[in-house]
Structure formats: structure tokens, C-alpha cells
């Protein structure tokens, strides 16, 4: 069992930055892959970025290449979501997932946070 909890969310304007944080309990943390999901107001969750389980490996949505960024330290048991030039269509609610399978597997991840409320505004 894999406990995760988001934090970091919260209020920002057009352009500015956030980074959202989600510490995971339990020892195997270095053996799961780890990514980042968000659901807006109205619509379907939807994939935002994924890393491996060593970090050597990274996918992002289209909708956020070139200005998020995940990344993960396997010593705090932790992986971050950098995102700069945050824009209102970002606005939603943002959860973390882990999946034991493998990168290739964060289409349907094993455990999921809370999630954290994102607020971009114009």
C-alpha cells in the first residue's frame, strides 16, 4: 500500500510559477514510476507528466511540454511538478499517482493522492 500526499497548490497569476510537491509513504518508493494528473471544473482527468522510477525517463502532455517540469528525489520518498508560465486554462485540481508496472503503465496508475487545487487567473 502507497500513501500519497499532494501539496504546493494554491493561488497564482498568469505567468507566474508553482511547484507542487508529493511525498509518498512506504520504503519501495524507488522501484514506483510517478506522475502527476489534473481534472479542471467540467472535465475528465487528464495525464500531465510522468517520470520513471530511476528519473531517467519523463513524459509530459503536450499541453504542458516546454514549461513543466516533474522530477523526483528517491531519498525524501518525493516527486515535484516545477510549473512556470502557468496559464488560467491550467487551473484544476492536481493529483499524484504511482504505478509499481512501470512508466508505460501510468495510463492506469495503482494509487492516487488527495489532489491539490490549482487557481490560475488572468
Known amino acids: 500500500q502507497v500513501q500519497l500526499a499532494e501539496s504546493g497548490g494554491g493561488l497564482a497569476q498568469a505567468g507566474d510559477s508553482l511547484r507542487l510537491s508529493c511525498a509518498a509513504s512506504?520504503?519501495?518508493?524507488?522501484?514506483?514510476?510517478m506522475g502527476w494528473y489534473r481534472q479542471a471544473p467540467g472535465k475528465e482527468r487528464e495525464f500531465v507528466a510522468a517520470?520513471?522510477?530511476?528519473?531517467?525517463?519523463?513524459r509530459y502532455a503536450d499541453s504542458v511540454k516546454g514549461r513543466f517540469t516533474i522530477s523526483r528525489d528517491n531519498a525524501k520518498n518525493t516527486v515535484y511538478l516545477q510549473m512556470n508560465s502557468l496559464k488560467p486554462e491550467d487551473t484544476a485540481v492536481y493529483y499524484c499517482a504511482s504505478s509499481s508496472r512501470g512508466i508505460a503503465t501510468m495510463n492506469q496508475p495503482d494509487y492516487w493522492g488527495q489532489g491539490t487545487q490549482v487557481t490560475v487567473s488572468s
Open positions: 517520470i520513471s522510477a530511476a528519473g531517467s525517463i519523463k
Open positions: 512506504g520504503r519501495t518508493f524507488g522501484s514506483y514510476a
